[in-house]
């Protein structure tokens, strides 16, 4: 035992420092060391930022490329994410090496990585199309609570997308990710409510949901699922008003917490 644990401190001695250096090369863009909220803000912006270093510095891109390549050769999970990151949003995907090291890190727990191997067995790239396998992916982010796997997983229950159709089981997870603020999960609550799938039918609270879509700039794609018309035909004045004063207080509550 105590050789395994010197063998394993040795190995993390060789580790850390390449993928300081990769971090080192990104300049600005370093990422801490923190892999959920990280990950979350790396997948909003490393394919704009990827596509800058192409143009700007693609020996820095070069660099860091290789010390994440080592470092995720050596089995650390955020190199191993990243590098997938790195290999998705090249002109030319080659998604058999996008495949391999966001496998290799979701197999090592990390949410993000999890979550997009789902994203590629729902999509079928690089590998065949598999809402099961999607499913399961995108359950293990949720549960370690990543919100836009949780939003994707209330979608694949409520059509019953690789898992039993579970209305309940949607609402629940919509609900998780929405309280996270992730934008395109008060449509999908909006839509059960209105529906009356897995929760009573309410369509004050179904028109609270799409406003709520709204504030978080995604009315117009809330807008897709359902017209505003269909919504408030049978709603009284006073329901309307009654639906658009939960949705301001709920968006007052969601942003004096963040």
């Not at 090496?97 to 966001?102: C, D, E, L, T």
Request: proline share 4%.
């Amino acid at each position: 035992m105590d050789e395994e644990i010197q063998k394993r401190e040795m190995s993390i001695e060789k580790i850390t420092p390449r993928f300081t250096l990769g971090e080192i090369h990104f300049g600005d863009m370093a990422i801490p060391r923190k892999p959920v909220a990280a990950m979350d803000w790396w997948s909003e912006k490393v394919c704009h930022i990827l596509q800058g270093l192409y143009t700007f510095v693609p020996s820095e891109f070069d660099a860091a490329f290789k010390w994440y390549r080592y470092a995720a050769e050596q089995g650390e999970a955020y190199a191993q994410t990243i590098l997938g990151l790195m290999y998705q949003c090249e002109q030319d995907v080659q998604f058999a090496a996008v495949v391999k090291w966001f496998t290799l890190a979701a197999e090592q727990g990390v949410p993000k990585a999890q979550y997009n191997i789902g994203r590629l067995y729902y999509r079928g790239k690089g590998v065949p199309r598999d809402y099961a396998a999607a499913a399961k992916w995108y359950t293990r982010a949720a549960e370690q609570g990543l919100a836009e796997a949780q939003s994707e997983l209330g979608r694949m229950y409520s059509h019953g997308w690789g898992v039993p159709q579970d209305n309940e089981a949607a609402v629940k997870w919509f609900t998780l990710a929405v309280q996270q603020g992730r934008a395109d999960a008060p449509r999908g609550l909006g839509w059960l409510y209105l529906k009356g799938k897995g929760v009573p039918r309410d369509l004050v609270r179904a028109y609270m949901w799409f406003n709520v879509a709204e504030s978080f700039d995604d009315y117009n794609y809330a807008m897709f699922w359902v017209s505003e018309d269909e919504i408030t035909k049978d709603m009284t004045p006073a329901e309307i008003k009654e639906a658009k004063k939960l949705a301001r207080d709920w968006m007052k509550k969601y942003r004096s917490m963040k």
